[in-house]
């Protein structure tokens, strides 16, 4: 994280991650709510644009790390799905005070899984 900070280009998406994990979080919401507009995806999404999803990235696996190590990470990279939960279980290890909705995040991390069969 420290290299990343360093790169001009990135060191003022680095500034918006405050602002950009709450984007994250609203984006990944409404698109679970079903199909968005390309004009509303567009919108929703250009926070990220250029370094944006880097720097946000970055800040998320740099908390999971501080916890859980390289091993943490490869995981949440072998399971994208899983990164919104791994980072609320390390948010301690971030530099923002900041935690995704913990709904959303189980959500997130079982899309595509096959859902369970409801008893009758």
């Known amino acids: 994280m420290e290299d990343l900070e360093k790169q001009r280009d990135v060191e003022g998406y680095i500034a918006k991650v405050p602002e950009l994990l709450p984007a994250m979080e609203n984006t990944r919401r409404r698109s679970l709510k079903g199909p968005m507009s390309e ?8 926070p990220f644009f250029e370094m944006g999803y880097h720097a946000t990235g970055a800040v998320l696996l740099a908390a999971i790390e501080k916890k859980r190590g390289l091993p943490g990470v490869m995981n949440v990279m072998a399971d994208p799905r899983r990164l919104l939960t791994a980072y609320n ?19 997130v991390a079982h899309l595509g899984s096959p859902s369970r069969s409801k008893s009758k």
């Open 39 to 46: 004009e509303a995806y567009a919108e929703a999404s250009s």
């Open 89 to 107: 279980d390390c948010d301690s290890g971030s530099t923002l005070p900041f935690s995704f909705d913990p709904a959303l995040a189980e959500q």
